[in-house]
């Protein structure tokens, strides 16, 4: 490594300082600053004593924590003895369940949650069997709990695969010394093999929790307010950008946030989890009986249908004609594809724009913050990848109201008009929040390059600049292209900065438009249909991220 | 303590898939015997321990211990401690905590459970670091702590898995020596898996030779060194001298041996096969040598040999000679002021025929 710090080194890094204070760092900290600022340039705590005072707002901040705990309970009871049962034993089925982890980033929460009433609700097909045949039904979508239920089996895999990577890594002696000692099944589990798992499981709770505690498009379409976040978004847009409430809320998501991640990572700290020796689980794989594997088949089969409900339902929906109050859609069309592509091509269009433009900025930064930090010795660089992390524990809406309050009187140059009326917010917005992933891509990428290998170049005469140029990033590539396709989905499926920052329907993305359609009975055929062709869109590029991924190790390995 | 137990393994044979990994395995270990399964990696050794604490299932056979048979009970139910080689202590648990989980699992009232775990730190004299994580502790005192949750729970048996394998030499040689005392004084019948031979020759009283999923021989130390009863179990326990030819027996008990070597003499006191191929055997330090000429001992088989190569190794030197087209070893004491021969010098080796071991073939 060449110790020397360059002038070009120092203007790359201080550009994109810059680009993060502007557009993370500052519409945070003017979120955090409305929420304490009385007015007159003073601290005051008055707007967090009328928050306590709203009854509405203390039954929001309940209902939240309620249905993020509970998220994580229903969540564990799913994902914990899937998980254990997928690594522990020898069936087909373990390959079914360890790919459902792909589905969430498939279709985001809120664009199948429509389709979920029509199953679940009160008048939807699974409860008009039940009382058609048994006179009762289950009120799984009413209220908080249609919020729990869309979430955990979103969710779920999160809490599934984590453990199951943490559970595969124990060292086989440390289940059969406690085994050895007299303990088995349930106790074994209990003192023995959770513990050691945990850092897996915490990961996955801890995300859970806070995905569910920030999310804003499950509870609209499902019509709860009573929650943090819609509050938030219903005080900036109806009452207006100045109230002091939402900011409140804002400052509340972010703490839990913040303190979720830095809670389980506390618990990680000091802890000493590396338990794997050798050997891996394979040893401790057991057969099924034949009744068990029954059982087991039966199992997965419920559970598939369950977690691919959302998008049954939502392929249903997009084909039919009339469905109400009916177990399954009265008759089908393909009009509602002829009238997404009739009014919506705009929002297609947009999407590609403000996904492609942000992941493009994302790989661009992530290429270079990754190579300050790992190539170079400049002082306060990992700044750079500290800040951009940041990016991580901040909720959607505190960004989306952040940018609202801090950009409001902001115009474009050359008379282009003001800045929060154009697409490139959207860019900058959903950049700035899916950088952490495409850095990691990048970092990782960066980090298998050899450092000989640019030795090599430097030897032949090529400089600093020409050796990134012509072999770092070409070496970088497939990593890159990973850190571009991933950060292209994620943004697509972004609802809770696109509700907030959608001034106009021109400037709307597919994810607006599907959370507009599904405002209205009318709107559902057409929303889902819209949802259809987001979700083809987001799988072709998760499919097209694993191809790269898959021939860039590949690739590795041959080397 | 209990009564020491026996162990019996009567006709075990595993496969996993085609691979045949124990063949017919038929061993008694006797009651507070220290036995050693000792044999190269791959041989089957550990496989056979684990089926002793059961972790393996056989496809045939059983396993009994103090006569009854324990083959379909469970590993948790089973009394028999083992040591894994990699510790497995659990890092989310303190020393103590490690130490209190057999006795707690067996459900005994918490001051039974206290005084337990106290006399089993003790007993490896860990007392002090009862509240330490097993990460902060050395490898040497993981082992003890191992060893110790082990026998806090007091079983019947004692399997050691490779225990000494992951210290560096000196502590090994340590260990090795507190593992047979404190074995002695527990009287615990303890079965001792490892591949270095030294480790089994010197802590066990009687030991298993496995190869490739078989028992080659079973004995006390020196019976296995001094009377192998396989090629292999002779060249895995020592150094060995193999001189293939074939013999001819003559009257009077002399017999002719020709050789790669040369043709010699050799009263044998084993009843050696009549003719055809056989195989002689011996220890590197039974070979004598001496200069071309000198008066030599009569009762050795003498031939003709040149130094090809040196090793000193202090308390002997480790001669590597050519006998026309064979090469053999021959460890001759070091006394001071002797140099030894010098590499290229032609000398005289002689066998000592009591110290042979004949091989057919």
Redesign the interface.
């Known amino acids: 490594m060449n110790p020397r710090v360059t002038f070009p080194q120092i203007a790359v890094a201080l550009a994109i300082a810059t680009f993060l204070v502007v557009f993370l760092i500052a519409p945070v900290l003017t979120v955090i600053y409305v929420a304490f600022a009385d007015g007159s340039g003073g601290f005051t705590l008055s707007h967090f004593v009328s928050f306590f005072q709203i009854t509405l707002m203390r039954e929001s901040f309940v209902n939240s924590l309620y249905v993020a705990g509970t998220t994580v309970l229903v969540t564990s009871l799913i994902g914990v003895p899937l998980a254990y049962f997928t690594v522990r034993f020898r069936f087909r089925g373990a390959a079914i369940i360890q790919t459902l982890g792909v589905l969430p980033l498939i279709m985001p929460a809120f664009v199948g949650a429509s389709a979920m009433q029509l199953l679940f609700g009160r008048s939807g097909a699974v409860n008009l069997i039940l009382m058609d045949a048994f006179d009762f039904s289950i009120p799984l979508m009413e209220g908080l709990n249609g919020v729990i239920f869309v979430e955990s089996l979103h969710y779920f895999p999160f809490i599934l695969l984590n453990l199951s990577v943490a559970l595969a890594n124990i060292?086989t002696?440390?289940e059969?010394?406690?085994?050895?000692?007299?303990?088995?099944g349930w106790?074994?589990f209990r003192?023995?093999v959770f513990?050691?798992a945990?850092p897996g499981y915490i990961a996955g709770a801890s995300l859970v929790f806070i995905k569910v505690f920030d999310d804003l498009g499950t509870p609209l379409i499902l019509n709860v307010t009573n929650m943090l976040a819609p509050q938030a978004y219903l005080r900036v847009t109806s009452i207006g950008i100045d109230d002091p409430i939402g900011y409140v809320i804002c400052v509340l998501l972010v703490l839990f946030s913040v303190g979720a991640m830095a809670g389980s990572s506390w618990f990680l700290k000091g802890?000493?989890?590396?338990?794997l020796?050798?050997g891996g689980a394979a040893g401790l794989r057991r057969k099924l009986t034949a009744w068990q594997a029954v059982m087991a088949y039966g199992l997965v089969a419920g559970l598939l249908l369950l977690v691919l409900s959302p998008h049954l339902g939502l392929l249903l929906l997009s084909l039919s004609k009339v469905w109400s109050y009916s177990v399954l859609p009265d008759a089908y069309t393909l009009a509602n594809y002829a009238t997404v592509f009739r009014d919506s091509t705009r929002m297609m269009i947009n999407t590609l724009v403000y996904c492609g433009g942000a992941a493009l900025i994302d790989v661009i930064l992530g290429t270079a913050i990754a190579y300050l930090v790992l190539r170079t010795q400049l002082p306060g660089r990992q700044w750079l990848d500290h800040m951009s992390t940041v990016a991580l524990a901040m909720p959607g809406v505190v960004l989306g109201i952040g940018y609202l309050r801090s950009f409001r009187d902001v115009d474009l140059p050359f008379g282009m008009g003001p800045l929060l009326g154009s697409g490139l917010i959207f860019i900058l917005a959903y950049a700035v929040r899916r950088l952490p992933y495409a850095l990691r891509s990048c970092n990782a990428a960066l980090a298998q390059v050899h450092l000989s290998m640019e030795e090599a170049a430097q030897n032949l005469g090529a400089s600093r600049g020409r050796t990134i140029m012509r072999v770092v990033v070409p070496m970088m590539m497939g990593g890159i292209l990973a850190g571009f396709v991933t950060s292209f989905i994620t943004a697509a499926g972004e609802i809770s900065e696109t509700i907030l920052l959608t001034s106009r329907e021109s400037l709307a993305p597919m994810s607006y438009g599907v959370y507009l359609y599904m405002q209205s009975i009318a709107g559902r055929g057409p929303g889902a249909a819209l949802g259809v062709l987001a979700v083809i869109l987001v799988g072709l590029g998760t499919y097209l991220s694993n191809r790269l991924v898959t021939a860039r190790q590949a690739s590795m390995e041959r080397r | 303590m209990t009564e020491p137990v026996k162990v019996d393994v009567e006709g075990v044979t595993l496969s996993f898939g085609a691979n045949k990994v124990l063949d017919n395995i038929n061993v008694t270990v006797q009651p507070g015997e220290f036995f050693a399964l000792l044999g190269p990696s791959g041989c089957g050794k550990s496989t056979l321990l684990r089926l002793i604490a059961g972790f393996n299932r056989a496809q045939t056979g059983r396993i009994l211990v103090a006569g009854e048979d324990i083959t379909e009970v469970p590993p948790w139910k089973r009394n028999v401690g083992m040591v894994f080689q990699s510790y497995a202590l659990w890092p989310h648990m303190s020393v103590a905590q490690n130490v209190a989980f057999g006795l707690e699992e067996k459900r005994l009232p918490r001051e039974a459970i206290r005084r337990g775990v106290a006399k089993a730190l003790e007993l490896v004299g860990l007392t002090e670091l009862a509240a330490r994580k097993p990460g902060q502790i050395s490898g040497g005192q993981q082992q003890r702590v191992a060893l110790a949750r082990t026998l806090a729970i007091e079983p019947r048996v004692l399997l050691l898995d490779e225990p000494l394998s992951n210290l560096d030499a000196k502590l090994r040689h340590h260990m090795r020596r507190e593992l047979v005392s404190l074995q002695r004084r527990l009287g615990i019948t303890t079965i001792f898996v490892t591949h270095d031979q030294e480790e089994a020759l010197t802590t066990a009283d009687r030991l298993a030779v496995m190869d490739r999923g078989v028992i080659q021989q079973v004995g006390a130390p020196m019976e296995l060194f001094d009377s192998p009863a396989s090629r292999f179990v002779a060249e895995f326990i020592g150094s060995i001298n193999l001189l293939k030819g074939t013999l001819d027996r003559g009257d009077a008990g002399s017999t002719r041996f020709r050789s790669g070597a040369g043709a010699f003499s050799l009263s044998l006191p084993e009843a050696a096969p009549a003719g055809g191929e056989v195989t002689l055997a011996f220890r590197p330090h039974s070979l004598e040598l001496a200069e071309p000429g000198a008066s030599a001992d009569a009762a050795r088989a003498w031939f003709p040999a040149q130094i090809h190569e040196r090793e000193f190794l202090g308390e002997f030197i480790r001669y590597r000679l050519h006998a026309q087209d064979t090469e053999l070893l021959a460890d001759v004491p070091h006394r001071k002021g002797d140099p030894g021969y010098a590499n290229g010098a032609k000398v005289m080796a002689g066998i000592d025929p009591a110290q042979v071991r004949l091989f057919a073939g």
């Open positions: 060292d002696a440390m059969e010394a406690g085994q050895n000692l007299g303990a088995s106790r074994l003192r023995v513990p050691l945990m802890r000493d989890f590396a338990t020796q050798r």
